[in-house]
C-alpha cells in the first residue's frame, strides 16, 4: 500500500507562487509515474502534470509556462512549482503514483 503525504498548500495572492510536495512511503522501485491532479469546486477533476521515472513531463495547457513538476534525488518525491498563479488555479490538488495511488489533497487558493 502507497501512501502520500502532500504538503505546501495555502493561500496565495494572483502572481504569486507556492510550491507542492509529495512524498511516497512505498520504496521507489514500485513508483514510476508521478503527477497533481486538482479539483476545483462544482468542476470535475483534471490532470496538472506528470514526470516519469526517465524524467518525461506532460503539463495542462492551462499551466504550461507557469507550472514546473520535478523528482527530487530520492525519485519517491515529487514538487510541483507553481508560479503566476491566477484565481483559477484555486482547487485541491492531489498527488497521484502511478495513475492510482491518489494522496488525500491539499488546498490552493489564490485570491486577493
Known amino acids: 500500500q502507497v501512501q502520500l503525504v502532500e504538503s505546501g498548500g495555502g493561500l496565495v495572492q494572483p502572481g504569486g507562487s507556492l510550491r507542492l510536495s509529495c512524498t511516497a512511503s512505498?520504496?521507489?522501485?514500485?513508483?514510476?509515474?508521478m503527477g497533481w491532479h486538482r479539483q476545483a469546486p462544482g468542476k470535475q477533476r483534471e490532470l496538472v502534470a506528470t514526470?516519469?521515472?526517465?524524467?518525461?513531463?506532460n503539463y495542462a495547457d492551462s499551466v504550461k509556462g507557469r507550472f514546473t513538476i520535478s523528482r527530487g534525488n530520492a525519485k519517491n518525491t515529487v514538487y510541483l512549482q507553481m508560479n503566476s498563479l491566477k484565481p483559477e488555479d484555486t482547487a485541491v490538488y492531489y498527488c497521484?503514483?502511478?495513475?492510482?495511488?491518489w494522496g488525500q489533497g491539499t488546498q490552493v487558493t489564490v485570491s486577493s
Open positions: 497521484v503514483v502511478n495513475g492510482i495511488y
Open positions: 512505498r520504496s521507489i522501485f514500485s513508483i514510476n509515474t
Open positions: 514526470i516519469t521515472s526517465g524524467g518525461g513531463t
